[in-house]
T-cell receptor
């Protein structure tokens, strides 16, 4: 079956540090890939997505590139802010399985001033 | 645009009791999902509807969980009887179509079974 593996957290960084959260996946076919973010006290919301190999998703300074050869979709940001503190979930959506989504277990990011 | 509405936000029940959660998706969204998110884990899909038909319920514990989406709009998820291990956040999400599009999530219902 499909699976998503995220780097284990929690991750603690100082403001303006570089962020990488690793994500690898296993899937049949050609899934779409997503990063969702959950801020404290709020629901999950889409951060960025990529629907085919070599696509780069970007939003709010975050980027992730769909790498089919390494089955990865790592999240990066060049300079984090305190307001980026949240839980980040990598996910895939499998069109060969009616669009069923599979999520990673999440990575908690804390950014300190 | 109104988001996905869920109620209640919190619920505490004793084991072996019953509980129901309600979800109103974004207007016009054909696909509706119920997820279970246990503390420290990612959301796990319980059931997926396309309009009022079930697309996937392979991970729904059908001996105690049931869900319906009458008229292809609102949905309810029921647990009867509840077990301690059902303590989790139950998330409802909707999307305009199945394939590769953004899913919009509600804020969830936090269930505690004591």
């Amino acid at each position: 079956g499909n699976s998503v593996t995220q780097m284990e957290g929690p991750v603690t960084l100082s403001e303006e540090a570089f962020l990488t959260i690793n994500c690898t996946y296993t899937a049949t076919g050609y899934p779409s890939l997503f990063w969702y973010v959950q801020y404290p006290g709020e629901g999950l919301q889409l951060l960025l997505k990529a629907t085919k190999a070599d696509d780069k998703g970007s939003n709010k300074g975050f980027e992730a590139t769909y790498r089919k050869e390494t089955t990865s979709f790592h999240l990066e940001k060049g300079s984090v802010q305190v307001s980026d503190s949240a839980v980040y979930f990598c996910a895939l959506s499998d069109l060969t399985n009616a669009g069923k989504s599979t999520f990673g277990d999440g990575t908690t990011l804390t950014v300190k001033p | 645009e109104a988001g996905v509405a869920q109620s209640p936000r919190y619920k505490i029940i004793e084991k072996r009791q019953s509980v129901a959660f309600w979800c109103n998706p974004i207007s016009g969204h054909a696909t509706l999902y119920w997820y279970q998110q246990i503390l420290g884990q990612g959301p796990k899909l319980l059931i997926q509807f396309q309009n009022n038909g079930v697309v996937d319920d392979s991970q729904l514990p059908k001996d105690r969980f049931s869900a319906e989406r009458l008229k292809g709009v609102d949905s309810t998820l029921k647990i009867q009887p509840a077990k301690l291990e059902d303590s989790a956040v139950y998330l409802c999400a909707s999307s305009s179509r199945i394939q590769d599009t953004e899913a919009f999530f509600g804020q969830g219902t936090r269930l505690t079974v004591v």
